[in-house]
């Protein structure tokens, strides 16, 4: 128990270590770039900026400050001869992998129930402070029991639109209500339509009644209905889309209702239900990273050529990294199942480890 303990502060201390190192780093070649991109801003607000994109840029890096860890940690220790001292103690060097892999499965879960929420918040602030700062504006578009609120502009005023459900697209809203205000923010006028289609530049409403919300008169005395309706607009299909925002911009525990809303409104939660397996799947995904480091770093360093052994280790930890992104890809696309893209490489992973694990160790 008590070597279990050495090996586990070991390599939770060789951890801290170098995420301190890529918080730093990164955070230095960030304030760069934000320095390039608001040059008029204050220094204050431009730190401000940084900041709040720090957790997500290290986040994404996690693996990575993982799979070194490991291998700092497996050639610190074959170099002062520790494993060897394990071994002629009687013990598997297998062994002392648990203490480590514990430690990894610990930062995985730790990330995905503490740290995600964390990153999603400062991530979808980073988002908005940004898109404040270069004029983009606030989202076009939001999600809600009852369905779903688009918003558009023009110079004539805003229109509020709401629909019950959507086709998986976003280019056709169903029972749709669309309410015009003028430009001091006096509602106008208000249209129920059976279906809402866009089209280029402009909103194609069928079977539509229509209510003048003129002050002082009666609405329903002068509403009258139409077959069809062309409303303008300068909504696309695209930025309907990025107003869902990314994934990573929801909190973990969040995720499930957001799925279930979007499917309710008619949408393909695709995308976001990959996500959401995807980081369940990190901490095997991380123990994996850990086996694989120990597999080709674990020896002594007189029996095999370090460099070419470290080299070897991280390439490959990058290839199952990018590999795992392929298969999000792929299921975000719909060419394999959900569950497939999100689970196959981390246990591939796992399984691949341990194969080479036993070869080594065992012959």
């Not at 955070?27 to 220094?43: G, H, K, R, S, T």
């Not at 004029?135 to 809600?144: D, E, H, K, P």
């Not at 002082?216 to 005395?221: I, K, R, V």
Request: glycine share 6%.
């Amino acid at each position: 128990m008590i070597l279990h303990y050495y090996f586990a502060r070991k390599f939770l201390w060789t951890f801290l270590a170098i995420a301190a190192v890529f918080v730093i780093l990164l955070a230095l070649i960030d304030l760069v770039d934000e320095l390039q991109d608001f040059p008029n801003l204050p220094f204050v607000e431009v730190l401000g900026v940084v900041l709040l994109n720090v957790p997500h840029a290290n986040y994404e890096i996690l693996p990575l400050v993982v799979i070194l860890s490991a291998v700092a940690l497996y050639l610190r220790l074959a170099r002062s001869s520790e494993l060897v001292v394990v071994r002629a103690a009687g013990r598997s060097a297998l062994r002392s992998l648990a203490a480590p892999i514990t430690v990894a499965a610990l930062i995985g879960i730790l990330s995905i129930t503490m740290l995600n929420p964390l990153v999603a918040a400062a991530s979808k602030r980073y988002n908005d402070v940004v898109n404040t700062y270069m004029g983009g504006g606030t989202s076009v578009l939001a999600i809600a029991s009852e369905g779903l609120w688009l918003r558009q502009g023009s110079a004539e005023g805003q229109t509020v639109i709401h629909a019950a459900r959507a086709s998986s697209d976003v280019t056709t809203l169903y029972e749709a209500t669309f309410i015009n205000f003028s430009p001091e923010g006096d509602p106008e006028r208000r249209i129920v339509a059976e279906t809402a289609t866009l089209a280029a530049g402009q909103w194609e409403l069928k079977n539509a009644k229509i209510w003048e919300l003129t002050l002082g008169q009666n609405p329903e005395a002068s509403a009258r209905q139409v077959a069809q309706l062309e409303l303008p607009s300068a909504l696309t299909q695209d930025r309907i889309i990025d107003s869902f925002g990314k994934p990573e911009y929801i909190s973990l525990w969040d995720l499930p209702g957001f799925i279930n809303q979007l499917e309710e409104a008619g949408f393909s939660a695709r995308r976001y239900a990959v996500w959401f397996q995807m980081e369940l799947s990190r901490p095997l995904f991380l123990v994996a990273l850990v086996m694989v480091a120990a597999a080709f770093t674990m020896r002594h360093a007189r029996l095999s050529n370090t460099g070419i052994s470290v080299l070897i280790a991280v390439m490959l930890g990058f290839t199952l990294h990018y590999i795992r992104n392929f298969a999000q890809i792929l299921g975000e696309n719909g060419q394999i199942p959900v569950y497939l893209a999100a689970w196959a490489p981390p246990v591939a992973s796992f399984m691949l480890a341990a194969g080479i694990l036993l070869h080594m160790e065992d012959g």
